[in-house]
């Protein structure tokens, strides 16, 4: 993805710069007018050898160039700030960036080609997600998190969660319930073969069906806004804390809790399900 929007953010500054071009060839002929000879009567017999104003060579082959690669560009569909959010997010789960490292605006906005305004807001909105921590007159930093914070965030997810889930149950229909268990299945085959990003995308469809059927809006955006920090939490973790078949059992619970419709058991399960991993995360980071 950062590839593709870097390319497409050069496309664009190219595109721009092919207009100017455009534009200052068009004036440069009008006061000038032809670069080249025009060909007369002698020179008929050699008007297919590319005698015509050069002005017009360079309009018609800028122009070329400008349509081939607009017919090629598509209009992005998210926000630049959107667009930086997942850089940085992405930075942190490849562990191109790392826990305590400063994130230097200018140096965004440069990489990746937009103005500051976009990058500016994105730090502000990560730094209320927790995965970026702002110090006065020394700028922004990867959050390194305490045991006792994961322990806070894994903990607060679960009651939200697990509240949520309860509201959205009987709004679950068998059709949602088939789906939930099949992405356990498919979380396992990750597992097994070590894909931890496609493992989090799994995760991340499993539990945002639950809250989707959730007619509380607010649980919703409070649960929404941990999400990236547990999943980078249990990307960089999972490995240690649980076996494949783990990975599985764990989320079929929540489905069988769900098909009982007991709020009670609906939401013991979910909150046991965040805690336990919480308090495993944070003994793994002390060793």
Not at 79 to 102: L, P, S
Not at 184 to 202: K, P, S, T, V, W
Not at 233 to 244: E, I, K, S
Not at 274 to 282: M, N, P, S, V, W
Request: net charge positive; proline share 3%; aromatic share 8%.
């Amino acid at each position: 993805m950062l590839r593709a929007f870097r390319a497409q953010n050069r496309g664009m500054l190219n595109i721009h710069r092919l207009r100017e071009t455009v534009a200052n060839s068009s004036a440069l002929h009008s006061r000038h007018g032809t670069l080249m000879k025009k060909p007369g009567p002698r020179d008929s017999h050699s008007t297919n050898r590319g005698h015509f104003p050069l002005a017009n060579f360079y309009r018609l082959s800028i122009m070329s160039t400008f349509d081939i690669m607009e017919s090629r560009m598509e209009i992005p569909k998210a926000t630049y700030k959107d667009y930086v959010i997942r850089h940085i997010y992405d930075g942190i789960m490849n562990d191109r960036f790392r826990a305590g490292e400063k994130i230097l605006e200018q140096e965004l906005s440069l990489e990746l080609g937009i103005s500051r305004a976009p990058v500016r807001e994105a730090l502000r909105e990560l730094v209320g997600e927790g995965l970026l921590s702002h110090q006065a007159q020394r700028g922004h930093f990867i959050t390194l998190l305490s045991s006792h914070e994961i322990i806070d965030a894994y903990q607060t997810r679960g009651v939200i969660e697990g509240y949520a889930a309860a509201l959205a149950a009987p709004g679950l229909s068998a059709e949602d319930l088939g789906t939930l268990q099949q992405l356990c299945g498919r979380m396992e085959n990750h597992a097994r073969r070590q894909q931890h990003r496609e493992l989090i995308e799994r995760g991340e469809e499993f539990h945002n069906l639950i809250l989707d059927r959730c007619p509380n809006r607010e649980l919703y955006n409070f649960g929404d806004r941990l999400s990236r920090k547990l999943h980078i939490l249990f990307c960089r973790y999972w490995g240690t804390l649980y076996q494949p078949e783990e990975v599985a059992a764990r989320h079929l619970r929540i489905v069988d809790s769900l098909r009982q419709r007991d709020t009670t058991v609906i939401e013991a399960t979910i909150r046991d399900h965040y805690f336990e991993t919480g308090r495993k995360i944070a003994a793994v980071q002390q060793q």
